[in-house]
């Protein structure tokens, strides 16, 4: 019962280089997740996917870009690394949009990202 | 003012012991309530829905007060494995329901 995975668990970039984050769910939801997380803070909302073809901008979108092709699969990517995404990314998944009192939402293990 | 505050702690409980956190939010037109778990450098999971009646499952017991915008989270009979880092999560309904999430509130208990 594999949820949500997420690859690599972490990842030492050079500024200026790209990478893509995996993100794959077998629960057949609909709904996809990026949030980041820094130290000390709350998780910010990256980017979010409502089906496959079907993505929009969260809070912090600046310097990612997201696809989503298939009902499983939501990459994130990094075009030119900068220090500050230097952070913890969490992909999540969810059966409805925003989770109701009875919903919840399902997360992977994370990514560790270091830009230097 | 930030969504969805939360006291960042750390509690340094015994075992044993009551402890309780609380959680504001500052838009009225807040949805749905949940406190998560996240353990150190991990993902969060959930812990509990909060209903408006308010909710307890085992030793844990969920508050939420509309009409002064908080949310509380109490932890009876504290257990080692009770250390991590709750969060306090907020549903905005802004077109897209999204969730807010508030930075935490760090538990330490202690033998």
């Known amino acids: 019962n594999a949820g949500v995975t997420q690859t690599p668990k972490f990842r030492i970039l050079k500024i200026g280089q790209s990478m893509t984050l995996q993100c794959t769910q077998d629960?057949?939801?609909?709904?996809m997740y990026w949030y980041r997380q820094d130290p000390g803070m709350g998780l910010k909302l990256i980017y979010y996917?409502?089906?496959?073809?079907?993505?929009d901008k969260g809070e912090v979108p600046n310097g990612y870009n997201v696809s989503r092709s298939t009902t499983e699969d939501f990459p994130l990517r990094l075009e030119l690394a900068a220090p500050s995404q230097t952070s913890v990314y969490f992909c999540?998944?969810?059966?409805?949009?925003?989770?109701?009192?009875?919903?919840?939402?399902?997360f992977g293990s994370g990514t560790q990202l270091s830009v230097l | 003012r930030k969504e969805v505050e939360q006291d960042p702690g750390p509690f340094n409980v015994p075992e044993g012991a009551t402890v309780a956190f609380n959680c504001t939010y500052s838009?009225?037109?807040?949805?749905?309530f949940f406190w998560y778990r996240q353990d150190c450098r991990k993902e969060p999971k959930l812990l509990m829905s909060?209903?408006?009646s308010g909710n307890e499952d085992g030793r844990f017991t969920a508050q939420l007060n509309r009409a002064s915008q908080y949310i509380s989270l109490l932890i009876r009979d504290s257990k080692l494995s009770d250390s991590a880092t709750y969060l306090c999560?907020?549903?905005?309904?802004?077109?897209?329901?999204?969730?807010?999430f508030g930075t935490g509130t760090r538990l330490l208990v202690s033998p």
């Open positions: 999540a998944s969810s059966s409805r949009q925003g989770v109701g009192p009875n919903e919840k939402l399902f």
């Open positions: 629960m057949n939801h609909n709904y």
């Open positions: 996917s409502v089906g496959a073809g079907i993505t």
């Open positions: 838009n009225s037109a807040s949805q749905s």
């Open positions: 909060v209903y408006s």
């Open positions: 999560v907020v549903l905005l309904n802004t077109g897209f329901q999204k969730l807010v």
